[in-house]
């Protein structure tokens, strides 16, 4: 069964600092990967996604993410943090094999508190 | 584009009643549904899939009985949580797809149960 895991619970940044959220995922097949953030009583809105070709995806708000297949990760990164940018992110999982789409396993979450 | 709305935003209601939760996409053919329960400050858990036209696809664990899914249109699925508990108190999360990925996420319910 594929499984996500966020190992950083809490994570705080100073305002304009850089920002690197871990993910690491196992899975039999060549994933669709997924990063969405939520705010407090919100859904999910999606930042970035990789299902093939270039390992380095680029995303919504400034956000990116590396694919590397050797680590089972799939780390995102900012450069520099905005106030705005304090949410939960959510790594996530999909089946990549085939068309039709499948639900989704979730890591845990990382809970962003950004320092002024 | 890849709207989808989902409502009532929060309900709350009395132990042994049932709530029906709406999911719609608004620009999009939903082919595929899914539904995914929060807890507070805890991750999304799949619940289950719908397809058009077909019987909802449960996950390991979850009562189909409770939480009734229908998927009639292309645009529109429910949730009915029947003989609701506090238990059930929980954040509803809808996701559709038009056949791929990725889904796109509705808004949450917020159900709770006195």
């Known amino acids: 069964a594929q499984s996500v895991t966020q190992p950083d619970i809490h994570i705080t940044v100073s305002e304009g600092a850089s920002l690197e959220l871990r993910c690491n995922y196992s899975y039999g097949a060549t994933p669709y990967l997924f990063w969405y953030v939520q705010s407090p009583g919100q859904g999910l809105q999606l930042l970035l996604k990789y299902f093939s070709g270039d390992t380095l995806v680029q995303g919504i708000k400034g956000f990116e993410a590396e694919f590397k297949r050797s680590q089972s990760s799939f780390n995102l990164r900012k450069p520099s943090v905005h106030w705005s940018d304090a949410a939960e992110y959510f790594c996530a999982v999909g089946k990549g094999s085939g068309g039709g789409a499948d639900g989704l396993t979730f890591g845990k979450g990382t809970h962003l508190i950004i320092q002024p | 584009g890849a709207v989808v709305s989902q409502h009532p935003s929060w309900v709350i209601c009395k132990s042994g009643t049932s709530v029906k939760i709406e999911c719609r996409s608004l620009?999009?053919?939903?082919?595929?549904m899914f539904w995914y329960r929060q807890f507070p400050k805890q991750s999304l858990m799949l619940m289950a899939t719908?397809?058009?036209?077909?019987?909802?696809?449960?996950e390991q664990g979850v009562e189909k009985d409770k939480f009734l899914i229908n998927h009639a249109s292309l645009t529109l699925s429910t949730l009915t949580v029947t003989s609701a508990h506090p238990e059930d108190s929980s954040f509803y999360i809808c996701?559709?797809?038009?056949?791929?990925?990725?889904?796109?996420f509705g808004d949450g319910t917020r159900l709770s149960i006195l």
């Open positions: 719908s397809n058009e036209g077909s019987k909802a696809t449960y």
């Open positions: 996701s559709a797809s038009d056949g791929g990925q990725p889904q796109h």
């Open positions: 620009d999009f053919q939903a082919t595929t």
